[in-house]
């Protein structure tokens, strides 16, 4: 038990020295195919859920225009060089996909730029296309992340 500990105490500052993840911004793959037009509020309920998790996650959230100069294209290529160019050592990926008005799944990758690797990966459903939902869903996506280290 005690060399259990010595060598957790050791692995300590390695630990504590990981940078926090950078945030790209979130996606939305709406098939609900909708009369209504809705971009604008899904709009705000992106940026909405980016604030939710600027606030509660460490770490730094990218706004659409830089990355868009950066990468017109969007590409995995493109936004892993995004992130390493800006010293990243993890980045975040998400997606929102809304079904219907009353379904909607999140998807969020946290991958290793340096190695490109997939660190960890979550999906999480909700309910309601509005702002409370939204902000729900950020939040519990946010204590999911944080959880998984």
């Known amino acids: 038990m005690r060399k259990l500990f010595m060598l957790l105490l050791l692995l300590l500052p390695v630990v504590a020295r990981a940078e926090p993840p950078v945030i790209l911004p979130i996606k939305l793959l709406d098939t ?64 929102v996909q809304k079904s219907s008005t009353l379904i909607l799944q999140i998807f969020a990758n946290v991958v290793d730029v340096g190695q490109g690797r997939l660190l960890t990966h979550r999906e999480l459903n909700f309910r309601g296309d509005n702002d409370e939902a939204w902000r729900r869903a950020g939040r519990f996506l946010a204590r999911q992340l944080r959880e998984a280290g």
């Open 32 to 95: 609900s195919y909708e009369a209504k037009d809705q971009v604008q509020d899904h709009q705000r309920r992106l940026d909405l859920m980016a604030s939710v998790l600027a606030e509660e996650l460490p770490g730094t959230v990218l706004g659409r225009e830089e990355v868009q100069a950066a990468c017109v294209r969007e590409t995995t290529d493109c936004l892993i060089d995004l992130l390493k160019s800006r010293g990243a050592e993890r980045g975040v990926f998400i997606v």
